[in-house]
C-alpha cells in the first residue's frame, strides 16, 4: 500500500513536471553562448600557461623559459572593488611585464595566477579568504616544483599583496625552491616594494630574510616615482582599495566595478602609519576602516591606473638585467 503511494506520487511529480519546466523556463534558459554573458567578463588563465597546449607548454621548458608567477589573494576591497583586486593585479603586471621582455626580445610564460593566500589582517570580512602560513607554503612551493620538475628552472614570483604572513609564506617558498637548486626569485617592486623592507624580519620573512639572489628589489624609475607621488601624495599610505588600486580595476578590469556604489562619494579613509601598522597587527581592521578601503578611492581614475604600466616597465627592466646582465 505504502509503495503503491509513492508510485503515485512519483508519476503525478513525473507528469507535473514538464508543464514546471515550462513555466520557470525564463529563469532556466540554458545558456546561450552567442549571448555577453558568457563571452565577455575577463579570464584569468588568457596568455597564460593555463591556455597553453601541453606540448607547447613542454616545448617552452624545454627551453626553460623564464616563469612569471602572478601572486595574489581573494580580499575584501573595499565597497566598491572585487574580491579579486588583488589577483588581477598581480596578473596584469605579469602580462605587461611579459611584453616588456619580449621588447627586450626575451620570451616568458606565465603561471597560472595564485590567489589563495593569507590575509590575517582582513579576515573579519567576509570574502577574505585565508589560509594557514604552512598551507600556503606547501601548496604554492609544490606548484612551482612541478613547474621546475618539467624545466621551467628560473621561476619570478610578483606578488600584489602585502600582508606580513603572506609574504613570510612567499620568502618559506622561495628558500624551498632554492634549496632544490630552482632558481626561483621574489621580484620586490611596485607599492610593495617602497613599503616593505626586505632586512625588516617583522615585517618581511620572518627570521630567515632572503639572500640577495632570491630577491630582485625594482627600483622606480623618474616617471614611476613621480606618478606614484601624483597618484598618493595627497593622503599618505594608499594601501588597500583606495585611489590605486581603483584605479587599477577602472583602467583594466572596469565591469568588476560596483555600478551601484557612487566611488567618487566615497570618504577618505586617511590612515597614518602607525595606525595602519597597529591594525596590522592586532587584527583591528575593521576599526581602523569599517568600509575595508584605506586611502581615497574617490580620487581614482582610469587614466592614474597608468601607474601600472610604469611599473611594469621598471620590472620588466630589472628582470631582463637579472637574466642577461649588462657586462
Ligand atoms: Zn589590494
Request: glycine residues 8%; negative net charge; hydrophobic residues 40%.
Given at each position: 500500500?505504502?509503495?503503491?503511494?509513492?508510485?503515485?506520487?512519483?508519476?503525478?511529480?513525473?507528469?507535473?513536471?514538464?508543464?514546471?519546466?515550462?513555466?520557470?523556463?525564463?529563469?532556466?534558459?540554458?545558456?546561450?553562448?552567442?549571448?555577453?554573458?558568457?563571452?565577455?567578463?575577463?579570464?584569468?588563465?588568457?596568455?597564460?600557461l593555463?591556455?597553453?597546449?601541453?606540448?607547447?607548454v613542454e616545448?617552452a621548458a624545454r627551453r626553460n623559459t623564464p616563469l612569471l608567477v602572478p601572486v595574489?589573494?581573494?580580499?575584501?576591497?573595499?565597497?566598491?572593488?572585487?574580491?579579486?583586486?588583488?589577483?588581477?593585479?598581480?596578473?596584469?603586471?605579469?602580462?605587461?611585464?611579459?611584453?616588456?621582455?619580449?621588447?627586450?626580445?626575451?620570451?616568458s610564460v606565465i603561471a597560472p595566477?595564485y590567489?589563495f593566500g593569507?590575509?590575517?589582517?582582513?579576515?573579519?570580512?567576509?570574502?577574505?579568504?585565508?589560509?594557514s602560513l604552512d598551507t600556503m607554503t606547501r601548496v604554492l612551493a609544490e606548484i612551482l616544483e612541478n613547474c621546475a620538475d618539467w624545466g621551467f628552472r628560473r621561476q619570478f614570483i610578483i606578488n600584489?599583496?602585502?600582508?606580513?604572513?603572506h609574504n613570510r609564506a612567499l620568502v618559506q617558498v622561495v628558500h624551498m625552491l632554492r634549496d632544490r637548486g630552482v632558481q626561483t626569485t621574489y621580484v620586490l617592486?611596485?607599492?610593495?616594494?617602497?613599503?616593505?623592507?626586505p632586512?625588516?624580519?617583522?615585517?618581511?620573512g620572518g627570521h630567515e630574510p632572503l639572500q640577495d639572489d632570491e630577491l630582485i628589489?625594482?627600483?622606480?624609475?623618474?616617471?614611476?616615482?613621480?606618478?606614484?607621488?601624483?597618484?598618493?601624495?595627497?593622503?599618505?599610505?594608499?594601501?588597500?582599495?583606495?585611489?590605486?588600486?581603483?584605479?587599477?580595476?577602472?583602467?583594466?578590469?572596469?565591469?568588476?566595478?560596483?555600478?551601484?556604489?557612487?566611488?567618487?562619494?566615497?570618504?577618505?579613509?586617511?590612515?597614518?602609519?602607525?595606525?595602519?601598522?597597529?591594525?596590522?597587527?592586532?587584527?583591528?581592521?575593521?576599526?581602523?576602516?569599517?568600509?575595508?578601503?584605506?586611502?581615497?578611492?574617490?580620487?581614482?581614475?582610469?587614466?592614474?591606473?597608468?601607474?601600472?604600466?610604469?611599473?611594469?616597465?621598471?620590472?620588466?627592466?630589472?628582470i631582463?638585467?637579472s637574466l642577461?646582465?649588462?657586462?
Amino acid at each position: 500500500m505504502f509503495e503503491e503511494r509513492i508510485l503515485l506520487d512519483a508519476m503525478k511529480t513525473v507528469s507535473r513536471y514538464p508543464r514546471e519546466l515550462e513555466r520557470t523556463a525564463g529563469h532556466m534558459k540554458p545558456p546561450d553562448t552567442t549571448t555577453k554573458d558568457c563571452t565577455s567578463g575577463y579570464s584569468i588563465f588568457y596568455d597564460t600557461l593555463a591556455d597553453m597546449t601541453w606540448p607547447a607548454v613542454e616545448e617552452a621548458a624545454r627551453r626553460n623559459t623564464p616563469l612569471l608567477v602572478p601572486v595574489g589573494v581573494i580580499e575584501q576591497h573595499g565597497p566598491h572593488l572585487p574580491l579579486a583586486t588583488d589577483t588581477y593585479g598581480a596578473y596584469l603586471l605579469c602580462r605587461l611585464v611579459k611584453l616588456g621582455l619580449a621588447k627586450a626580445g626575451l620570451d616568458s610564460v606565465i603561471a597560472p595566477p595564485y590567489y589563495f593566500g593569507i590575509n590575517a589582517t582582513t579576515s573579519m570580512f567576509p570574502g577574505s579568504f585565508t589560509i594557514s602560513l604552512d598551507t600556503m607554503t606547501r601548496v604554492l612551493a609544490e606548484i612551482l616544483e612541478n613547474c621546475a620538475d618539467w624545466g621551467f628552472r628560473r621561476q619570478f614570483i610578483i606578488n600584489h599583496h602585502g600582508d606580513p604572513e603572506h609574504n613570510r609564506a612567499l620568502v618559506q617558498v622561495v628558500h624551498m625552491l632554492r634549496d632544490r637548486g630552482v632558481q626561483t626569485t621574489y621580484v620586490l617592486g611596485g607599492l610593495l616594494g617602497s613599503l616593505m623592507d626586505p632586512d625588516e624580519p617583522a615585517s618581511f620573512g620572518g627570521h630567515e630574510p632572503l639572500q640577495d639572489d632570491e630577491l630582485i628589489r625594482v627600483v622606480d624609475s623618474e616617471a614611476t616615482g613621480a606618478a606614484r607621488v601624483r597618484l598618493t601624495g595627497s593622503l599618505g599610505p594608499d594601501v588597500h582599495a583606495g585611489e590605486r588600486e581603483t584605479s587599477l580595476i577602472m583602467r583594466y578590469f572596469p565591469d568588476t566595478l560596483d555600478s551601484e556604489v557612487d566611488v567618487h562619494g566615497l570618504e577618505p579613509a586617511p590612515q597614518r602609519p602607525d595606525m595602519l601598522s597597529a591594525a596590522v597587527l592586532s587584527g583591528g581592521w575593521r576599526e581602523a576602516s569599517p568600509l575595508g578601503y584605506i586611502g581615497d578611492p574617490a580620487k581614482a581614475t582610469s587614466e592614474n591606473g597608468e601607474l601600472y604600466e610604469l611599473e611594469a616597465a621598471d620590472i620588466s627592466a630589472a628582470i631582463a638585467e637579472s637574466l642577461h646582465p649588462k657586462r
